[in-house]
């Protein structure tokens, strides 16, 4: 069985984010297994790849700590970002020695280690930048379908990747 199931979740605000985080919560699901990623702002003295981790993010400090980790990015090629949960890491690995083709994006090689394809990839780094949040589960199939029975709506949709 595969490890690399993952469902997506773009949200236009801040609040649907927090409350669909709550109901994930409220059902003991493992947040562990939960990321966040979206635009961010970084001060001037920030260089490419800096990592914050005890400064106030756009994600409130409640999320960040139930989320785990928190950081805010700033890359060249993508402009800044901030994240929060298992993600953080994988955005904050030097990727310089992984032999993969250069003009691949740290967040692009993040989101495709949680399996999810490359034209999808796009699609997510462009409502990133558009100024939508992600909200990305990963881990079993059992917790992949669990968040996407918990989550989805009429008015939330989920995509499910399984790799």
Same mark, same amino acid.
């Given at each position: 069985?595969?490890?690399?199931?993952? *469902?997506?979740?773009?949200?236009?605000?801040?609040?649907?984010?927090?409350?669909?985080?709550?109901?994930?919560?409220?059902?003991?699901?493992?947040?562990?297994?939960?990321?966040?990623?979206?635009?961010?702002?970084?001060?001037?003295?920030?260089?490419?790849?800096? *990592?914050?981790?005890?400064?106030?993010?756009?994600?409130?400090?409640?999320?960040?700590?139930?989320?785990?980790?928190?950081?805010?990015?700033?890359?060249?090629?993508?402009?800044?970002?901030?994240?929060?949960?298992?993600?953080?890491?994988?955005?904050?690995?030097?990727?310089?020695?992984?032999?993969?083709?250069?003009?691949?994006?740290?967040?692009?090689?993040?989101?495709?280690?949680?399996?999810?394809?490359?034209?999808?990839?796009?699609?997510?780094?462009?409502?990133?930048?558009?100024?939508? *949040?992600?909200?990305?589960?990963?881990?079993?199939?059992?917790?992949?379908?669990?968040? *996407?029975?918990?989550?989805?709506?009429?008015?939330?949709?989920?995509?499910?990747?399984?790799?």
């Amino acid at each position: 069985m595969s490890k690399k199931n993952t *469902c997506v979740l773009l949200y236009s605000s801040q609040q649907s984010l927090e409350q669909d985080i709550d109901k994930l919560q409220t059902h003991n699901f493992n947040m562990k297994s939960v990321s966040i990623v979206g635009r961010g702002q970084m001060r001037k003295n920030h260089t490419t790849k800096s *990592c914050v981790t005890n400064e106030k993010t756009h994600f409130q400090n409640n999320q960040r700590a139930r989320l785990n980790a928190a950081g805010g990015f700033l890359f060249h090629e993508f402009g800044a970002i901030v994240a929060a949960g298992s993600i953080v890491h994988l955005l904050a690995k030097d990727h310089e020695d992984t032999g993969i083709v250069s003009g691949l994006r740290v967040l692009t090689l993040a989101l495709f280690s949680f399996g999810i394809p490359m034209n999808s990839i796009r699609q997510y780094e462009k409502s990133v930048n558009a100024g939508k *949040c992600l909200l990305i589960i990963h881990g079993s199939l059992d917790d992949v379908e669990r968040a *996407c029975q918990l989550l989805h709506s009429e008015t939330q949709q989920v995509t499910v990747h399984m790799a």
